[in-house]
């Protein structure tokens, strides 16, 4: 069984829509972070959210950690096809990170 | 600077065969991480290193050995390889910032046969 739940796993929009990926989990976690992942890539950090509630937003990316600190979200505003690629939650417990699934996202011209 | 690098980028095993995985850091990080990524299922760990001279296992250590030879290296080794170790395999550094990054390298891409 997953730790932590990523939906959906599979994405595919075209230009200009909006669109939310959700990770959750039955635990705590002292940190969520996610990652976006390109073809042929490691991943690459995008955002460490660290308290319960808390907002950060990243030009039109928008992540929100629960007040729970068991979930989060990714809300990705017009997206373009620049943002294609492999999005991963990563949730941090004894300063290792469990990953979720992740969440494919194919945004088409 | 380079960052984490790993070798090599592809490999093609026959079932039983032995290997290395080979990964350095320049950014003197304490910690370093080895996972395999399979379609569906995230990034999972296999072994991780807290500082040189430690290693422990994670979620997914059966089938693998890893050395911490220095602070910089810290390979990843299969002495007897089986299909089900068909995966991509990253190695990852922590730094000690408040954000608890980690940085990837490139991946190596296995296939065993």
């Not at chain 1, 042929?40 to 600190?69: H, N, S």
């Not at chain 2, 995230?42 to 991780?48: N, P, T």
Request: proline letters at 5%.
């Amino acid at each position: 069984t997953q730790l932590l739940e990523q939906s959906p796993q599979f994405l595919s929009i075209q230009e200009g829509e909006n669109l939310t990926v959700y990770c959750n989990s039955s635990s705590v976690f002292s940190s969520l972070q996610w990652y976006r992942q390109e073809p042929g890539e490691g991943p690459v950090l995008l955002v460490t959210v660290v308290t319960g509630g808390e907002v950060k937003k990243l030009k039109r990316l928008t992540f929100q950690f629960g007040d729970a600190r068991k979930d989060s979200s990714l809300h990705i505003t017009a997206a373009q096809p620049g943002d294609t690629g492999l999005y991963l939650c990563a949730g941090t417990q004894g300063g290792k990170l469990i990953f979720g699934q992740g969440t494919e996202l194919s945004v088409k011209p | 600077n380079a960052g984490v690098t790993q070798t090599p980028k592809f490999q093609v095993l026959k079932t039983g065969q032995s290997m290395t995985l080979q990964c350095a850091q320049d950014m003197n990080h304490n910690s370093m991480y080895w996972y395999r990524q399979d379609p569906g299922m995230g990034l999972r760990l296999i072994y991780y290193s807290a500082s040189e001279g430690t290693t422990d296992k994670g979620e997914v250590p059966n089938g693998y050995n890893v050395s911490r030879l220095n602070k910089r290296e810290f390979s990843l080794r299969l002495e007897s390889a089986a299909p089900s170790q068909t995966s991509v395999y990253f190695c990852a550094s922590r730094g000690t910032g408040a954000a608890n990054e980690q940085f990837f390298g490139p991946g190596t891409r296995l296939t065993v046969l």
